[in-house]
């Protein structure tokens, strides 16, 4: 194998890697644009929808590998995703909304708290064991040029494309997309303009959730689904959300993306030892903060008296 | 069942502490700092190493875990503070981690994830105080609470604790009015963080070993709970909710029910706790003293 076959590779592993990454930050993102807020339990949320796939899929998918496994899988999907979208507004709505006027660390610490019931609750449920997610199809790694890439691999990439562009367009082209972006400039005035903006902040979170139990779903694959998978997943996801902007939809994108590359390249090219990996997320947190805190595709936001 | 409570009340002390510096850095700078784990971690393993590996004494190792927490204290909060609150939680939260991850991973020193066993028990004036005599690290632990509780109350009452507040209401106005808000930012930070650096090195003493497993996400959470289910900015308050916070978690044991009731349950109760006062009483049980604070921060209307 060349150094370039093996550049490629980890290439490779650094974008699905960050492709998951992006996902998930793309729900911290949204969610802070809008209400200026971390969601800490974004991250349970995964790991919620994950199990609800996870059950789905066990009680649809037949023994033999075929057509219908991979159909199964994306019908599981689906179901995480709507559960865990159903989830996200209920959190907002009990959790959060009768927050909205109180001080900035009061909503914070009530989604430390729905964070802790989360993953508690599933623990509690449904045991502390991590369950193994069936490959819906053959995952023999392909060997293209030296490089070796598993169909999961192929399947992330596409998920996180499609996912990543029909937001994209969600935001920028549709009528929801525009009261979503006035919402998170101005709240207020768009209220004025006549924008549900209650509604429209359901739905962001309901968009968010669904984007993170996705993630969560690809990612069980290798990972395997347990109650506390969506914590440092979840963590390595808003710095990477941080890095590029955070409120910054294509900001996200860059941060996975990046973030997945950075901790793939630092273990394999700078050494650094496979078990201080989640370090390096952190450490490039504190790097951006110091340098860009506005992060790499941020704006400068003056603060006001 | 004696025994049982004095337990309780022990780690009461130990967790008192701990919420203590919270309290300044949360209830008094209205920072959201979720890493008392680390720093209750760091504090643990200097008594641990230095007694077990250097044969260093108990009460030399006290403030050496203090001036060691404070120093990681300094270095977190060097670069975070400068920022808004919200990437604190999170950078915090990181540092915890990573903590831990060390903790894990540097075997030579740490001795990975079997952790660090055997430390020497201590004596007072020729009193024995161990895990065996109880009613002896009881007072001890006690006497580091009501030291803790002295130095800090004094601390937030004196022009660095109305400075403290001046941040927690409105930034901007304390820097105009003089106050290097970083500054003050981390000190409160590094004074938060030895204090739990001390209450680590007595719960060391008091388990006799430290292990990694020991300081997870968890405990920084039951520390946050105590200060917000006491009331923040108010140090009697937060030692009361220690007292709660502990109380529950030791219930399903102290009533016999501990294999009918899952671990998972005082741990689901923690976080409804962190929910139902945000939404119901954000000032805590007690509530902040009222002395110098017209108009308590959570009253404001906060509007943007």
Redo the contacts between chains.
Sequence with gaps: MGSSAEFFQHLMNGMTLGGIYALIALGYTMVYGIL???N?AHGDILMVGSYIGLFTFDAIRGQTLGPWTIVAFFIAMLAGMLFSAGLGMAIER??YK??R??????????A???????S??A??MWGTKSRKLEYPFDNTPLHIGGVSITPHQILILIVVIVMMVSLKLFVDKSRIGKAMRATSLDQDTAKLMGIKADRIIAITFAIGSALAATAGFLIALEIKVYPSMG??TG?KA??AA?VGGIGNISGAMLGGILLGLLETFGVALLGI?Y??R??I??VA??II??VK?EGLLGKVEK?K? | MLNFILLILIYTGIYALMAIGQNLI?GYV?L?S?TQAGFFAIGSYVTAILSVTYGIDFWITIPLAAIVAGFFGLVIGL??LR?K???L???T???G??VR??L??WDKVTNGPMGIQRIPMISVFGVRVSPYEKWGFLVLVWLFVLVGYLLFERLAKSRIGRALEAIREDE??ASSMGINTTRYKVWAFVFGAAIAGVAGSLQAEFILSVTPGAFT?MVS?MV?CMV?LGGMGNFKAVILGAFLIQFISYFPQLVGLSNVI?P??K??L??????I???WR?QGILGREKRNAPGS??R?????
Aim: glycine fraction near 8%; aromatic fraction near 14%; avoid cysteine.
């Design positions: 200026k807020f971390i800490f009990i959790a009768p927050l006027k109180a001080t900035r660390l009061a909503p914070l610490l009530s430390i708290g729905v964070s802790f019931i989360l508690n609750m623990a509690w914590t440092m963590l808003f710095v941080v030892p078990g201080l989640d370090t997320a952190f947190l504190i903060l110091l805190p603060e008296v | 949360t209205g959201l979720l670069p975070t920022l609150g919200d990437y939680a999170i950078a939260l990181g540092f981690e990573i991850n060390i894990n991973n901007i106005a996400f959470i946050l917000v899952p998972q349950f741990q689901v923690f976080g409804l706790i962190l929910v006062m945000m939404i954000p921060f959570f404001k209307g906060g509007r943007s």
